[in-house]
C-alpha cells in the first residue's frame, strides 16, 4: 500500500493558500488551506506537523492505480522541476473540492430545510395554544 501527500502552496486572488492532495489505496483526497501572507518554508512545516491532523479533507475519489517501477534519478528530477513550475490547483485537486464544496451545499441545504420546518411547526403548535388558551377563559 503506497500514501503520497502533496501540498502545492500558491498565490490567488491577494492571499496565499495551498491544497493538501492525499492518496491512498486508490482513493484520492484534497483539502483546501488559506495561509494569509506569503509563508515561509518554516511556518509550512510548522503548519504541517500541528494541524495536519485537524484537516478536513474532501470524501474519497476513486482513481485508477498506477504500478511505478524505479525511476531514472534525471527523469525524477525533471519531474520535480515540472511539479514545482506547476502554479495553483491541479485538475483532480479542483473536480474534488468541487465535489465536496457541492456535497456541503447539499447538506447544508437540507439541514436549512428541517430547521425551517421545524420553526413553522413550532409556530402553528403556538399559534393553537393560543386560540386553546383563549378559549378557556370563556
Same mark, same amino acid.
Given at each position: 500500500?503506497? *500514501? =503520497?501527500?502533496?501540498?502545492?502552496?500558491?498565490?490567488?486572488?491577494?492571499?496565499?493558500? %495551498?491544497?493538501?492532495?492525499?492518496?491512498?489505496? %486508490?482513493?484520492?483526497?484534497? &483539502?483546501? *488551506?488559506?495561509? %494569509?501572507? !506569503?509563508?515561509?518554508?518554516? !511556518?509550512?512545516?510548522?503548519?504541517?506537523?500541528?494541524?495536519?491532523?485537524?484537516?478536513?479533507? =474532501? &470524501?474519497? *475519489?476513486?482513481?485508477?492505480?498506477?504500478?511505478?517501477?524505479?525511476?531514472?534519478? @534525471?527523469?525524477? $528530477?525533471?519531474? *520535480?522541476?515540472?511539479?514545482?513550475?506547476?502554479?495553483?490547483? %491541479?485538475?483532480?485537486?479542483?473536480?474534488?473540492? $468541487?465535489? $465536496? +464544496?457541492?456535497?456541503?451545499?447539499?447538506? @447544508?441545504?437540507?439541514? &436549512?430545510? !428541517? !430547521?425551517?420546518?421545524?420553526?413553522?411547526?413550532?409556530?402553528?403548535? =403556538?399559534? $393553537?395554544?393560543?386560540? @386553546?388558551?383563549? +378559549?378557556?377563559? +370563556?
Amino acid at each position: 500500500m503506497e *500514501i =503520497s501527500i502533496k501540498l502545492n502552496v500558491f498565490f490567488e486572488g491577494g492571499f496565499w493558500g %495551498g491544497v493538501f492532495e492525499k492518496v491512498y489505496d %486508490g482513493k484520492y483526497e484534497v &483539502s483546501k *488551506i488559506t495561509f %494569509g501572507a !506569503e509563508p515561509k518554508d518554516y !511556518e509550512v512545516f510548522d503548519f504541517i506537523l500541528k494541524n495536519f491532523y485537524n484537516l478536513r479533507f =474532501s &470524501s474519497p *475519489i476513486c482513481i485508477e492505480s498506477v504500478e511505478k517501477g524505479r525511476i531514472n534519478p @534525471k527523469r525524477y $528530477q525533471r519531474e *520535480i522541476k515540472k511539479e514545482m513550475g506547476n502554479k495553483g490547483i %491541479g485538475t483532480k485537486a479542483q473536480l474534488a473540492m $468541487q465535489l $465536496q +464544496h457541492e456535497i456541503n451545499k447539499t447538506e @447544508k441545504k437540507i439541514v &436549512s430545510r !428541517e !430547521e425551517k420546518e421545524e420553526e413553522k411547526q413550532r409556530k402553528y403548535e =403556538s399559534r $393553537q395554544q393560543n386560540k @386553546k388558551d383563549k +378559549h378557556r377563559g +370563556h
